[in-house]
T-cell receptor, first 113, second 112 residues
Framework: AQSVAQPEDQVNVAEGNPLTVKCTYS??????LFWYVQYPNRGLQFLLKYITGDNLVKGSYGFEAEFNKSQTSFHLKKPSALVSDSALYFCAVREFSNYQLIWGAGTKLIIKP | DGGITQSPKYLFRKEGQNVTLSCEQN?????MYWYRQDPGQGLRLIYY???????QKGDIAEGYSVSREKKESFPLTVTSAQKNPTAFYLC???????????FGPGTRLLVL
């Protein structure tokens, strides 16, 4: 069965420091992996996705994510955090042959000035 | 201005009442989705539609109904059979069911 785990409910980072939001997944075939961000009372915004190719994927707002097949992980990263990055971040996965996205529970990212 | 719109932003339901949430997209996407979001949980799929006049149940379809009469519209009805409807409802669309999903701003449903 497909599954996604975001092991941290909340991540606290000081402004200007690097940030990492963790995501691990389980699928039986090749994964399609996604990161979305949600600001309070808003819809989800697409950040980036991994389909195939380079393991390091660059996305919107300076975010990037690294696909690690051996560790079945797809951690979201940013070299220098901004206060405006504070939001709820969701990781999602689906198999190549499957329509349905499986969602993590979300990680609340708090960037302190 | 292209995108996905949802209305209303807030909706109040009385006991035993059916309510309908609107979702419209002008992205010319074939596939549309309805999700429910509860605090501390990931999104759960209610229904999805890959083409006009066709839709399938997701993981939590009980107490909900949909229609897809037009490509750009995918309304969701929360029926009186849904005993715990209070949640944030998100509509999404994609250009084919295997492509990236894009989301509307959401509707928050509250029970009076």
């Amino acid at each position: 069965a497909q599954s996604v785990a975001q092991p941290e409910d909340q991540v606290n980072v000081a402004e200007g420091n690097p940030l990492t939001v963790k995501c691990t997944y389980s699928v039986s075939g090749n994964p399609y992996l996604f990161w979305y961000v949600q600001y309070p009372n808003r819809g989800l915004q697409f950040l980036l996705k991994y389909i195939t190719g380079d393991n390091l994927v660059k996305g919107s707002y300076g975010f990037e994510a690294e696909f690690n097949k051996s560790q079945t992980s797809f951690h979201l990263k940013k070299p220098s955090a901004l206060v405006s990055d504070s939001a709820l971040y969701f990781c999602a996965v689906r198999e190549f042959s499957n329509y349905q996205l499986i969602w993590g529970a979300g990680t609340k990212l708090i960037i302190k000035p | 201005d292209g995108g996905i719109t949802q209305s209303p932003k807030y909706l109040f339901r009385k006991e035993g009442q059916n309510v309908t949430l609107s979702c419209e997209q002008n992205l010319n996407h074939d596939a549309m989705y309805w999700y429910r979001q509860d605090p501390g949980q990931g999104l759960r799929l209610i229904y999805y539609s890959q083409i006009v006049n066709d839709f399938q149940k997701g993981d939590i379809a009980e107490g909900y109904s949909v229609s897809r009469e037009k490509k750009e519209s995918f309304p969701l009805t929360v029926t009186s059979a849904q005993k715990n409807p209070t949640a944030f409802y998100l509509c999404a669309s994609s250009d084919g069911h295997q492509e990236t999903q894009y989301f509307g701003p959401g509707t928050r449903l509250l029970v009076l």
